[in-house]
Nanobody
Framework: QVQLVDSGGGLVKAGGSLRLSCAAS????????MGWYRQAPGKQRELVAT???????NYADSVKGRFTISRDNAKTTVQLQMNSLKPEDTAVYYC????????????WGRGTQVTVSS
């Protein structure tokens, strides 16, 4: 099992910045990709950004150029730096950790609320 604790959400004005953090513990050897997803009210959960153990990152088109995902060398913590925030970025952001080789290893944090006011 892997436990994820995500934090860093809050209320910010449009154009502002926030930094989300997620700490993983437990059987982290079982995972090779960590990332962030978000879910706005009435919408499906969607990918925001992911990063592999090798450092390869992937971003949703809507956040490219504004958000940056990073991971520490121990590969136990992942951060999401969010700049130039827009009201449409408002959502609950969930940390995810998974194995790309087995669907049995797929874990979620509890989520952290990000609200961007106009």
């Amino acid at each position: 099992q892997v436990q994820l604790v995500d934090s860093g959400g809050g209320l910010v004005k449009a154009g502002g910045s926030l930094r989300l953090s997620c700490a993983a513990s437990g059987s982290i050897f079982s995972i090779n990709t960590m990332g962030w997803y978000r879910q706005a009210p009435g919408k499906q959960r969607e990918l925001v950004a992911t990063i592999t153990n090798g450092g390869s990152s992937n971003y949703a088109d809507s956040v490219k150029g504004r958000f940056t995902i990073s991971r520490d060398n121990a590969k136990t913590t992942v951060q999401l730096q969010m700049n130039s925030l827009k009201p449409e970025d408002t959502a609950v952001y969930y940390c995810n950790a998974k194995s790309d080789y087995s669907s049995a290893y797929n874990y979620w944090g509890r989520g952290t609320q990000v609200t961007v006011s106009s």
